[in-house]
């Protein structure tokens, strides 16, 4: 197998198969797993949809959330309800109708081993433009905002558990912030899925340590993001042969990125997910 992690455009030159090439669906005794989840977050309203694919198993889910509000969320196994075509989300749910169009760019890769023999690739965007529309249950709002895009696809681990923290906003000097930090999965030192934007523009900060109540996520080069939540989506499934407990609260943050970076504003996503599958 190639020498990984790999990072960046140097990911098209391994001779692993990654998207859009073809994936096998099995390697070496590890079913493919693979997914796409958009998040589209804002001050007043934030939202995700998300197809996953794990061996012959499908799932698709979507969620909204707004301050001072029940989240309105569906999960379900069968086709339908959730559409992610190129770069369109389209949900019909539940009395929810959503409706985007993302400006999505050429994101950040990276290929990373996973367990003794698999490996993992990830595209990861943040900031892309994000319009469109929602209705829910005949009340009309329409979206202008910014969103995050991951795209996976690898041969995990049986057990695999990470930590995981997504958004947007803005700093202080006015710049247009995104960032997608992570421990536990896709996390070396180098050559790792981690990335801020900065007006578009990603680098990778250093490893980083997330709190067990996801109150905040701490740099190791210093600085931290304290997170508020407005409401979670959380999942608890059992399979026999598939376990996943999951745990995805909205909210916003406030803090500090590497380098003296202050927020102005922040919205988006902590994740706990631990996975047997």
Not at 183 to 203: F, T
Request: charged share 25%; with cysteine; proline share 6%.
């Amino acid at each position: 197998m190639d020498a990984i992690p790999v990072r960046g455009s140097a990911v098209r030159e391994l001779s692993l198969a990654i998207p859009p090439a073809r994936m096998a669906p099995w390697r070496r005794g590890r079913p493919l797993k693979r997914w796409r989840y958009v998040g589209v977050f804002g001050p007043e309203l934030m939202l995700c949809a998300a197809t996953v694919r794990i061996g012959p198993l499908r799932q698709r889910f979507w969620a909204i959330a707004e301050p001072g509000r029940p989240l309105r969320e569906r999960t379900t196994m069968r086709a339908g309800g959730v559409s992610l075509d190129g770069s369109r989300v389209l949900v019909r749910s539940a009395g929810v109708e959503i409706d985007i169009a993302l400006e999505e760019d050429d994101g950040i890769e990276c290929v990373c081993p996973s367990g003794p023999s698999g490996y993992a690739w990830t595209r990861k965007q943040a900031g892309v433009a994000a319009t469109g529309s929602i209705r829910i249950d005949g009340r009309e709002a329409s979206v202008d905002a910014r969103a995050v895009v991951d795209d996976s696809a690898g041969y995990h681990a049986r057990r695999t558990a990470w930590r995981w923290c997504a958004g947007i906003g803005r700093s202080e000097r006015g710049e247009r912030i995104g960032w997608n930090l992570v421990a536990g999965v896709n996390d070396p030192p180098r050559g790792s899925e981690r990335a801020i934007w900065g007006d578009g523009l990603p680098s990778e900060p250093a490893p980083v340590r997330f709190a067990e109540d996801l109150s905040s996520v701490s740099f190791s080069e210093g600085g931290r993001l304290d997170f508020t939540e407005w409401s979670a989506r959380e999942d608890e499934t059992d399979l026999v042969v598939f376990r996943s407990s999951y745990r995805q609260p909205f909210g916003s943050f406030a803090g500090t990125l590497p380098g003296g970076v202050r927020l102005a504003a922040g919205w988006g996503v902590m994740e706990r997910h631990e996975a047997l599958w």
